[in-house]
């Protein structure tokens, strides 16, 4: 009876660190199917955060200038530049490889959206914005960077 309760107790551990282990994470630099920016994802407190680290074009192409926020809403936000830009944020794990309850800004419109971030594997994640429910929605495909 030992024996098979020290069995059985080996045999649950082995499950749960299993089970831990098969978490993807979505930690590291990342692109989208476009490849027009690279964006960060990273830990921010208890949370994921994700930040704009590189643009395929940097500059506004009618100033010379860096891209900066111009169609934020809020005026006083429009001047901050695009690179660097903090524009996901409050993703918590949730299940299954998937991070939600996070929102997402979108510089080229100024508007915000609920998300979530599913890891398909461990270099391919689908992001999704959406306003209300999930079911409907926009999402797409990241590839990892590194």
Known sequence: ???FLLLSVAFLFGLLATASAQTLSPLGVWTNSEKKATFEIYKCGTKL???????????????????????NPDPK?????????VFMSGFEYDEANKWDDGKIYDPETGKTYSC???????????????????????SQTWTRVK
């Open 1 to 3: 009876m030992k024996k």
């Open 116 to 138: 979530y971030m599913k890891m398909l594997n461990a270099n391919t994640m689908e992001v999704k914005g959406y306003i209300g429910f999930s079911l409907i929605g926009k």
């Open 77 to 85: 936000l429009r001047s901050r530049p695009r690179l660097g830009l």
């Open 49 to 71: 955060c994700g930040k704009i680290v590189s643009l395929a074009e940097p500059n506004d192409p009618k100033t010379g200038r860096p891209k900066t926020d111009t169609p």
